[in-house]
Structure formats: C-alpha cells, structure tokens
C-alpha cells in the first residue's frame, strides 16, 4: 500500500494541540488509496458572517434622521446597527467596557460611542463593516455625558466633576477650551452640583449652551463671553432636559416625578410644574411624590399641539406595574405598557434641524429585551411590525439545528402556513427604520435554522443569503393538558418549571417529518399537511424503559411495555403494543405505594384542532419505573423511508415505528452487547435511591428529598424570586451537563453542583473546565453507558453480508458503536400490515470517548444519506398520495466477498475513525484532541467534497478530510467557551455554522475559503449617498431683525489658536484600526499598500464628488443671483430716485 504522506496534505498548517496525533492508515485495505479527495487546506477559512438576534442587555442607542439608520449599543461593548431589513450589522469594543452613549455624526457616516471605561470612539460607517478611526481615553475624569450639534464637528463631554470638554471630531484633539464646574455655578454656592446630566445649545442660538447638573442646577452658558447667562434652581435632582424649537423655553424631568417648564429669560422659578402621574389633592397641597422620570423629549408639529413623551414617573402605589411611555399630546395624555424596562426612547421626526417643527412621525422604545416602534400619526398609537428577527429569545433557546442547502420548495410551504400566525392591529405604515442597502450575494442555496425552546414551541427561520426571517411557529403544548394552578400540578413531574422545554430535535428536511424530544422525557411525531384537521384523540405509546438491567422489579403482566429483547445476533418478533387512545390521569402505584407505569405529562383527551403545519402524529412517553422516573432522552434519529423513530438515554434504547404506532425495541444497552459485552456491569439494588434525570444537583449529596432531586432545568433551587434569565441560564447549564454525562468515558467523572448564588453560577458558566471535575465517588455514579448517537443508513453490518440492509448505528458514551439489522417490509402494503424484523449485529469499532456522529461513505467517498420518502400530504386523497409517495433509497451497491463497498465514518470526543465495510477494518484512524473533548461533529458537505468539522471544549474549530482523516483546518476560535455556545454550537453543510452567543443572538460563522471571500459583496450597506435636507427659512423680517437662529463660528472659539492647547495628561489619543495611522501599523507588503491605496482613492473620490456637487450647487446659485439682479435692473431702470 502506497504510504500516506502527511506532509503535503498540511500546506503550511500549523502543528496545534490536535495535529500532534497524525491519522494513521491501517494496513490490508488497498482499494482506499483509488479515492481522490479534493478537499485542501486552501478551501477553508475560519470568519464570523453575521449576528442576528435583539442586542443582550442594551444600554444606549442613536438614530439618524437622514440616512434612517439606528445604531444600539450593549453593556459589554457591543454595537449593533439595524438599516431596513435585511440591512444588520456588528461589532464590538475591544475593551468590552458598557455603552453608555451614543451619537451619530448625521448623514456623514460616522458614529460617536461613548464608554463606561471614559473612552470615546469614532466609528466609519462608510464601510460594510465599520471600524474605529480614532478613540480617545480620559484618564483624569469620568465622562457622563455627551452632546454633538447638527452639522458641527465639536462634541462637547460633560464629566462626574461637573466640568466640560470639547473635542475636535475630525482629528479627534481636545480643544483648550474648557468650562469649569466652579465658574457655571454661581459664586455663593457653598456644594458641589454634581456631575453633569445633559448638554445642549440653544435651538436659536449656537452661542448658549445649557448644561444640567445632578443636583438640580442648570445653567446657560454663553461660550463667546465664556459665563453663565441665566441660572436655574429646582430643590429635586434632574434627569434630563428637553427644549422647545423655538430656544425660548425647556422642560425639565426631575426625580420626583415632575416636570418643570422653564422660560430661558425667567430664571427665578419655573413657568410650569406638573406631575403627570401624581394625584392631586383636594385641599390644593403639592402632589404626592412619584417615580423619577427618567426622560422626556419636547417634540413640536406645525399643525396641531406639541408632543410631550416621558418614561418613568408612576405613583409610587401601582405596586407591580409594568413600564410605561407616556405620551402628552394637547389635552389627551396615553399611557402605553411595555412588557419589559425601558433602557431608552427616541422621537423620530421628519427635520434633523432642531430650530424648526419637529414633527414627530413615531417612537423608538429600547427594551431590556425588545424594541418597539409606536406609531404617533395614527389614533390610539399603534406600533409598526418589526422586520428584524428579535423574537429569538422570546423563549429561552434550548437547542437549535442549521440546515444549508435544504429543498427549495420548504421555504414557500413553511412560509406559507405560517403567515396565518401573524398578529393582526400594526400600524399600516412602512418600517421607519429605512436606511442602507442590502447587499449583492452569490450565496443561492436555501439555508433553515430550527430553534426549541423553554415553553415547548419550535421556530423554523429563513436564514438564506445572511438574512433571518421567521417561517413558522409550532406549539408542542397543545397536545398536552396544561395545569390551572399548582393544586392541579401532577406529581409525576420531574420538572416544576418548563416541563414542555425541547431537548432535541430530528428532522428529515425532504419527507418533512419532524421528532422533538422533550425534557420530561416525551417524544412528538409530527407530520407535515396543508391543510386543516380535527384529531379526535392524540394516539398515545408508552414506553416502560429498565432502568438498569436486574436494577429494578420486573413490570407486572398488565402493565405497560416490557422490554422486547431478542438474542443477539438471530433475527427476532418484537414485541408489539397497541397505542393507548386516552392517557392515565391518575398515578398507577406499586404494590409498596412506589409510583409505576405513570407518565410525566397528561396526553389531552379532548379534541385536538390542528392548523395547517405541522400536526402531531404519535405521542410517547417514558413512564416511571417503580417509584424512579424516567431518564431524559440523550439522542433521537427518525427516518421517513423507514417509518421509524430511535431514541436512547441512561437506561437504554427504543426504537417504535411510528406508522403502526408500535415499539420495536425497548432493551438496556448492556443487552445491546449480548454475550460480548467488554465492560463489566454489577447489578445493583431495586430501590437504591439515584440521582433523577430532572435535577442539577451534587451526585454526591445523598440527603437530597424527593422534592430537590426534581427540580426543573430552569426552577433552580425552587426559590419564587428567581428572573427569567436565571431560569433559562439553569436549564440550558442543565441541559447541556446531562449530555456531558451522557457522552463521558468510564473513568472520566462528573461532579456537579447547583450555585447557591448568581455570582457562582456565573463563574460556571463562563468556566468549562469546573463541570468536568474530577470525584471519585462521582466515578462510579456516572459511569453507566449512555446511549449518545443514533444513525440510519442501508449498508452491510455483518462481515458475512453481501447485499446492504437497512441498518441502526447505535453510538454510546463509552465509544462503542454497535448496528442493528431492520427487516423492513418492501410494499405500502406490507408495511402497514407486517412487522420490521429486527437482528442485533453486536459491536463494529471502539473509539476513545463517546459516540458524537457517526455517517456512511459509499466506495467512492461521496457521502451517502440516509434513505428517505418523498413529502406528501398525508391528509390529501388517497390518488394524490400514491402520485408523491415515493421511497428514494440510499443504499450502496451489492458487494462480493471479501471487498469492501463502503466505509463508515465515526467521530467521538476524542478522535475520528473510517471504518471499511463489511470487513470492518479500520482504515483510517486521527486522534483529534488530548487534553480537550470534541462537543460537536458533523459530517458536512462542501463544495469541493466532504470532510468532519469539530468544535472542542478548548475553543478549537477542526476539520478533517474524508477518508483520510488529514487535518485541514484549526483554529483557536473561542479560548473562554460556556454552556451556551457549547450547548447550541452546530455545523451545516456548504461551510456553515452558528451558535447562541448569548440568550438572545445568534452568530453565525463560515469555515469555508470561498464564503470568506465573497463575504463584502454579500453584507449590506449602512451608509447610503443621501441629501441633507434644506435648512428652515428664516423669513425676511427674522432676518432683518435678528429673530432668527444665531450661528456661531466654533473654529475661532475652540481651535488651537483661539483656546489653546489642551493638557496632554487629560486625555490620549489612540489611531482607530480604521483610520489611516492604524492601518499603516497594522497592514505590511503589497496587500497592507494596496488597501491603503484603495481607502485612499476611495476617500479621494467621495471629495472629488463632494467637489462637484458643491461647484455644481454654486453655478446654480450664481445664475439664479444673476438672472434676479438682471430682473431688478429691469425694473428699475428708468426711475427716479423719488419714484422708487
């Protein structure tokens, strides 16, 4: 056999922790070397796509007026910015430090971010994706506040030490020009105002600037006589301040709940107090105190009253009431409920000059986990239905699963039912937030991710062409009866929060049939229709799983499904059961009071009408097992061609063929072994009390009750005062370490213990490594073996066949790979009325760790699907069906003796073999890592061939040719992972992948060269070449007598030859990566020339074309002044000086 030459196949990768162990081809196969792989290190590439999702935990945002973009920022760093849809962008602070402002340099494409860390930033969103042209650190001061006037190149800072500096936007320079807290107060006062809460000019006049202090204080400042005009004083702390356009009045929100009007030449009390949530009383007393409002905004219209919008400022006695906007307009005021806080709000209006009518058009509302746009040109204020997919976490996500490349026609269909879901009542108007353009991609395959989610519903989205719609949502609750109150809570439940929450899911995308797996150990068959149906009664399968062979007490002769087990090896009938038409609704106990044969959750027995969508076909349940509950289910595969579902946990493997709502199998996985099982077993005691599948407690605490080992995977420790983001940080903590338990070796132990406090429970999160700590007594706890993969496929499982057979891979957590042989009936006919045999082919390969994916290669190393039955309506007419209803197998050729047709591909935790079939030789062997598991395998499809992508716990993004097992690709892509990414972490083909970020986004990455490269042309733009909008006419007789706005020449007041320079000590200016000064640091050789040559003409076109238009504007000028002048000469030509 020719040898193997790794060297070539490596190009220049760099020798990580998994390319230590080379894969070894295995002697007596020679037929392999025939196979040619196509795939190179050169056709991979590690990058980041696109996030979509509601930006997690936000803390600011900004609109543009002009060019309708909308930019949020988030307490760790992150910006987000939203144009129309489809027009998403990213990025993110390097220090990770909180937004706590932000301000948009309107229609100029740039963006002002302002930090927790005292930092600001300058953001070019020119770019498709932006970057950071300049930043700036204070050192001395912490910034509070930051205000940007239209059309002005100086932003002005307001710090905690009450004083304000400006800064030069364009060269990103402090100006000597600085206002100090000590001379805006006035000279009597004897205490500090506090730091400075707002800042803005005049509306009319340039020149004054009012500036809030916390305390209450507010001063206009002239900036040419550097002094105080008018000082204002309120005994109640300030939290924002609003100004009428015409600059003679502002508005005041303050602490207590009131608002203060203001006129700027009568400073000695407000013209207007009013609390707008406060009751008054008879007796004519100050009304009682409220909340603080914690905003207002001062919105005028040319026709009809001005707007008044505020957050905060309820009574103090609504106990309970969730957040509210009010909205003041005229004499009517509405109070509009929001279902989470209000972080921020914005008025959106139709001028950018805020001299002129503002005319408020609509509200931008900023959730703690929402955003909402409320409509103010419609009664009753309706909101706008948002484009953007930020329902994701409407939920918590428990899994979720990427198809690319899937049929064409599912889009169409799953949209098309789902259209009928959508909420009616949305303002009729188009999404306001308009702005950028998409983008120009090649990328044409149609790609669907599948999320599960804590409240048992699934959603299908669009995720083709870097976008996120959602298709269609699917409420798994609706076949089970749901508790009124706690009273009527079942006892059975091994979860007290969230017992409908998806585990995992099965779907065939080409039959549609889709099998969820829930965390009460349930199981739903859903078939596909379009059309409409009433299900009189949800047919129901309990399953009896042992939970241990010899563990526990044989079921008695009535009750429900014994194990069907035949000796392995021989062909076998299985046992057979009848699916129950209504479930138990009360416990069915044991001789000695233990619960027995009762399932988690209550089957409705009532009639069930089902949507067009996806309708529930068969039910199954786990059932207790003498006083144990069921075990969670740790893997499930379904088959359309087969008409079967295969599940496995703890306790062993099931397998029921949905069409004859039969079980096929129900056996322990040691009975999977038969006589050859390698590992040893000791039986243990019927009613030994263990560790229940529904808790995340310490396996070592024995003196747990009942009570605290059934806990729910998002209840914690039961306490009522736990949030919602506790709840689904348990359950995804939870669900995610059972199947590290589930997928563990022997000797490799498990010890876990439930945070008594956030803090601990944040510090697991983020550290992987605590949840795989060793124990010894945890050792012998957990070492069962689990069943932790299942695959369908035709090929030969015996070394002595000769034609391919319908066959079940079982993976297990102790790397054992065993095969199941189905003798399913050929014929529509047959198989309704005929049995699936059934034969136990025993153990194919052992690896190192457990079983993660396992897949089937033919003899040319194409990978070969699983077989699959062509969709069809299974509520159409009989000739309908026939017409659709094709099997389309997937089987390998016949072989003949001693050759080998096919391979088998199996990746575990710890290394990938490719194993020759029938002779079941090992032929190709990669040890993928040592000091790390592998969470996540696929088998993908490229471009140019196929290869296994892993994602290890260490970080580590892998790939490895196939058959050969040659490393390609490896990348440290994320050195500090969490439950959550590993949770949800998948790989789907054409070089796709994503994971949950966090609760709320989702990211998506490519591993494939020729994504990365066509990435920039299929992202959107932000910025788009649009016209300011002209300035409000001062009118002649304003102009004439200076009623009109004031401008003011800032150069002369803030530049260096005016104010001077600032100190050096203040602040330091650091060159962004997007500016020219970092990309000269960063970039080096012909590409670093090339990109700076390319921004260079880049920025030298757009002020050529600046120029143009400029020159174009003032010829157009020019000839209107000369064409005017020439009618006034007419005029007057021949007057007297008396007659004019």
Not at 162 to 178: A, C, D, P, Q
Not at 673 to 685: A, E, K, L, V
Not at 854 to 883: C, I, R
């Amino acid at each position: 056999m020719k040898k193997f030459n790794i060297r070539k196949v490596l190009d220049g990768l760099t020798a990580v922790s998994s390319s230590s162990s080379s894969a070894s081809p295995q002697t007596g196969n020679k037929e392999n070397d025939i196979i040619q792989e196509t795939l190179q290190s050169e056709h991979f590439q590690l990058c980041k796509t696109v996030r979509h999702g509601f930006p997690y935990q936000p803390s600011a945002m900004a609109f543009d007026p002009v060019q309708k973009i909308l930019a949020i920022g988030t307490q760790s760093g992150a910006l987000r910015l939203f144009g129309r849809a489809g027009v998403e962008c990213y990025c993110q602070h390097e220090s990770g430090s909180a937004v706590i402002q932000l301000q948009f340099l309107i229609n100029e494409g740039a963006l002002v971010s302002v930090l927790a860390d005292d930092s600001v930033h300058l953001w070019n969103l020119r770019q498709k994706i932006p970057a950071v042209l300049h930043s700036l650190k204070f050192s001395r001061e912490r910034i509070t506040f930051c205000h940007l006037p239209f059309q002005s190149k100086w932003l002005y800072i307001g710090t905690e030490r009450g004083n304000i500096h400006i800064v030069n936007v364009e060269s990103f320079t402090l100006s000597g020009y600085v206002i100090m807290w000590n001379k805006a107060i006035e000279l009597s006062s004897k205490t500090h105002p506090g730091p400075v809460v707002h800042i803005s000019d005049n509306p009319m006049d340039e020149g004054k600037l009012l500036i809030g202090f916390e305390c209450g204080f507010v001063v206009l400042w002239d900036l040419k006589s550097k002094k105080a005009d008018y000082r204002y004083t309120y005994d109640e702390a300030i939290h924002s301040v609003a100004w009428h356009h015409e600059g003679k009045q502002f508005v005041c929100s303050h602490s207590d709940g009131t608002l203060t009007t203001w006129n700027v030449r009568s400073p000695a009390k407000p013209a207007q107090i009013i609390t707008p949530h406060g009751k008054q009383p008879k007796d004519g007393k100050k009304p009682e105190p409220c909340k603080p409002i914690l905003k207002v905004e001062y919105k005028t219209a040319r026709a009809g009253e001005a707007f008044m919008i505020l957050s905060g400022g309820l009574s103090y006695d609504t106990v309970g009431r969730r957040a509210c906007l009010t909205v003041m307009h005229g004499k009517s005021t509405a109070v509009l409920e929001m279902d989470y806080p209000i972080v921020d709000f914005l008025a959106l209006c139709e001028t950018p000059y805020p001299n002129d009518f503002q005319e408020p058009y609509a509200v931008v509302v900023l959730l703690e986990k929402d955003l909402v746009v409320i409509d103010l040109a419609q009664p009753g204020y309706p909101s706008f239905e948002s484009p953007y997919p930020l329902s994701i976490h409407e939920s918590p996500v428990t899994c979720c699963e990427y198809f690319a490349d899937c049929p064409t026609e599912l889009i169409p269909a799953l949209y098309s039912v789902g259209s009928r879901q959508k909420r009616q009542g949305y303002s009729k108007k188009e999404w306001p937030i308009s702005g950028g353009n998409w983008g120009q991609g090649a990328q044409s395959y149609p790609e669907i991710i599948i999320t599960g989610h804590a409240d048992g519903s699934v959603k299908f989205w669009d995720a083709s062409a870097l976008m996120l719609q959602v298709l269609y949502k699917l409420k798994t609750v609706k076949v089970f009866e749901k508790a009124r109150n706690k009273e009527e809570k079942p006892s059975t439940d091994i979860v007290e929060e969230d017992p409908f929450a998806i585990q995992s899911l099965s779907w065939c995308p080409e039959s549609r049939v889709l099998c969820v797996a829930g965390v009460s150990a349930h199981v739903l068959v859903y078939w596909f229709s379009k059309q409409e149906i009433t299900t009189e009664e949800v047919q129901l399968l309990e399953v009896r799983m042992q939970p241990e062979l010899n563990e526990v007490d044989s079921p008695d002769a009535g009750g429900e499904q014994a194990s069907a087990v035949s000796t392995p090896g021989a062909s076998s009938s299985p046992q057979t059961s009848d699916p129950q038409k209504h479930p138990s609704t009360s416990s069915n106990n044991s001789s000695d009071g233990l619960r027995d044969n009762v399932p988690c959750l209550r089957v409705r027995n009532t009639p069930l009408k089902q949507s067009p969508g996806y309708q529930v076909e068969l039910v199954i349940q786990l059932v207790w097992v003498s006083g144990e509950p069921p075990q969670q289910i740790t893997s499930l595969a379904v088959n359309s061609a087969y008409g079967l579902v295969a599940f496995g946990n703890s306790n062993g493997l099931a397998v029921v063929d949905y069409l004859q709502k039969t079980l096929l199998i129900n056996v322990g996985t040691a009975e999977l072994y038969g006589s050859s099982d390698p590992h040893q077993r000791q039986p243990r005691s019927p009613r030994k009390a263990r560790q229940p599948s529904g808790g995340l407690c310490d396996v070592n605490d024995g003196s747990l009750g009942s009570e605290d080992r059934c806990k729910s995977p998002t209840s914690g420790s039961g306490s009522p005062c736990h949030s919602d983001d506790e709840s689904k940080q348990k359950f995804l903590e939870r669900g995610f370490l059972h199947n590290l338990v589930m997928n563990c070796k022997a000797k490799m132990s498990r010890k876990f213990s439930m945070a008594a406090d956030q803090k601990q429970e944040d510090a697991r999160d983020n550290s992987f490594s605590r949840s795989r700590s060793s124990s010894v007594t945890s050792i012998d706890k957990e070492s069962r073996e689990v069943i932790s993969s299942l695959h369908f496929c035709d090929c030969l499982s015996r070394k002595s066949e000769v034609a391919a057979v319908t066959s079940l891979w079982v993976g297990t957590s102790l790397g054992t790979m065993l095969a199941i042989s189905l003798n399913v009936p050929s014929t529509p006919e047959q198989r309704m009325q005929q049995t699936v045999g059934i034969s136990f082919c025993g153990s194919v390969v052992r690896l190192k760790g457990g079983i993660q994916r396992m897949a089937l290669l033919d003899s040319t190393g194409s990978l070969q699907p699983p077989a699959y039955e062509g969709w069809y309506d299974p509520n159409a007419p009989e000739e309908e069906k026939e017409k659709t209803r094709k099997r389309r197998p997937a089987s390998p050729p016949s072989t003949q003796e001693n050759q080998d047709s096919h391979y088998a591909v199996i990746c575990s935790e710890k290394q990938a073999k490719v194993v020759a079939l029938p002779s079941q030789n090992c032929v190709f062997e990669h040890n993928i890592t040592e000091n790390s598991f592998v969470l996540r395998a696929d088998v993908v499809v490229m471009p140019a061939g196929i290869c296994i992508a892993c994602f290890c716990a260490n970080g580590h993004i892998m790939t490895l040719s196939l058959p050969s097992l040659r490393p390609l690709l490896d990348v440290n892509y994320l050195p500090l992972t969490d439950m959550r990414i590993a949770r949800t972490f998948c790989f789907s083909n054409q070089g796709q992948a994503l994971y949950l970020t966090s609760p709320t986004e989702i990211q998506r990455l490519t591993y494939s060269q020729e994504t990365c490269d066509n990435l920039q042309e299929m992202l959107g733009e932000l910025f788009t070449p649009v016209e300011t909008p002209e300035a409000p006419n001062r009118g002649f007789f304003k102009g004439l007598f200076g009623g009109g706005a004031q401008s003011l020449d800032r150069e002369d007041l803030f530049g260096e030859l005016a104010a001077g320079k600032a100190s050096r000590s203040l602040a330091q200016h650091i060159p962004g990566p997007g500016s020219m000064e970092g990309m000269k640091g960063a970039a080096s050789g012909v590409v670093g020339e090339l990109a700076r040559a390319r921004i260079a003409l880049d920025e030298r076109g757009q002020k050529l074309g600046e120029l143009e238009e400029r020159t174009a504007a003032m010829m157009a000028s020019a000839d209107s002044f000369s064409k005017h002048a020439h009618d006034v000469m007419l005029k007057y030509k021949d007057k007297k000086w008396y007659q004019l």
